[in-house]
């Protein structure tokens, strides 16, 4: 992990550096109730919480992004979680911690998501990181979402970093494919929702963690 110094640690926001499963889970629940359904428990939606309103749609209505009534079911489900975005979202534990290391060791940190702005920024200034940040980058903010590198390849611009000084830390097979295309450093956070990308170790990251602690020891000098 130590080809070049790390100038910054870019994380994914959900299942990497917040807990987001219980309020996507329950605007799941929420849509499911306006339907006249039952609630579904959160161990059953959290593994697609990374996948976003796709994910969510799919596994608590068995709606998909090909159905007609897609676009519709997708606009409630957001203007729901639109409105508690932030309820029982958390910082995965340890993370506290580790962004206090990494500021400590003059390491800057930020954000890359393919969350829409519309949720990303208030998400991230009710989680109180927004002044934190070096840079904090959406699903919209640049022409492609990941898995292509495009928006990796933004924040280091913003933030003013060399792609090879960069680290990129996700759970999810498309995290560490746009990180390897923009020319990063990768690990797999094993902590995170995972999704259903088959075994993480078939990931080909650089390294795989399985708790935000473990991560300071392969970035720091």
């Given at each position: 992990?130590?080809?070049?110094?790390?100038?910054?640690?870019?994380?994914?926001?959900?299942?990497?550096?917040?807990d987001?499963?219980?309020?996507?889970?329950?605007?799941?629940?929420?849509?499911?109730?306006?339907?006249?359904?039952?609630?579904l428990?959160?161990?059953?939606?959290r593994p697609?919480?990374?996948?976003?309103?796709r994910?969510?749609?799919?596994?608590?209505?068995?709606?998909?992004?090909?159905d007609?009534?897609?676009?519709?079911?997708?606009?409630?489900?957001?203007?729901?979680?639109?409105?508690?975005?932030?309820?029982?979202?958390r910082?995965?534990?340890?993370?506290?911690?580790?962004?206090?290391?990494?500021?400590?060791?003059?390491?800057?940190?930020g954000?890359?998501t393919?969350?829409?702005?519309r949720?990303?920024?208030?998400?991230?200034?009710?989680?109180?990181?927004?002044?934190?940040?070096c840079?904090?980058i959406?699903?919209?903010s640049?022409?492609?979402?990941?898995?292509?590198?495009?928006?990796l390849?933004?924040?280091?611009?913003r933030?003013g970093?060399?792609?090879r000084?960069c680290?990129?830390?996700?759970?999810?097979?498309?995290?560490?494919?746009?990180?390897?295309?923009?020319?990063?450093?990768?690990?797999?956070?094993a902590?995170?929702?995972?999704?259903?990308?088959?075994?993480?170790?078939l990931?080909n990251?650089?390294?795989?963690?399985r708790?935000?602690?473990?991560?300071?020891?392969l970035?720091?000098?």
């Amino acid at each position: 992990m130590r080809a070049a110094p790390t100038r910054a640690v870019l994380f994914d926001l959900d299942g990497t550096l917040a807990d987001t499963a219980p309020d996507l889970g329950a605007a799941t629940n929420a849509l499911r109730a306006q339907l006249g359904l039952e609630p579904l428990p959160l161990e059953v939606l959290r593994p697609f919480t990374s996948s976003g309103v796709r994910g969510m749609l799919g596994a608590g209505l068995g709606i998909h992004h090909e159905d007609a009534n897609y676009p519709g079911m997708a606009e409630r489900f957001l203007d729901i979680y639109a409105e508690n975005l932030c309820v029982r979202t958390r910082l995965f534990d340890g993370m506290h911690d580790l962004l206090d290391a990494l500021d400590a060791a003059h390491i800057n940190w930020g954000i890359v998501t393919n969350k829409r702005s519309r949720f990303t920024d208030p998400l991230v200034i009710a989680l109180g990181l927004a002044h934190r940040a070096c840079c904090v980058i959406s699903g919209d903010s640049a022409p492609r979402p990941k898995p292509a590198p495009d928006p990796l390849l933004l924040a280091c611009e913003r933030a003013g970093l060399e792609p090879r000084t960069c680290v990129y830390v996700g759970d999810d097979l498309r995290d560490i494919q746009a990180g390897q295309a923009a020319g990063m450093r990768t690990i797999a956070a094993a902590y995170g929702y995972l999704g259903n990308d088959g075994a993480i170790e078939l990931w080909n990251a650089d390294a795989i963690i399985r708790s935000p602690r473990e991560l300071l020891p392969l970035v720091g000098s």
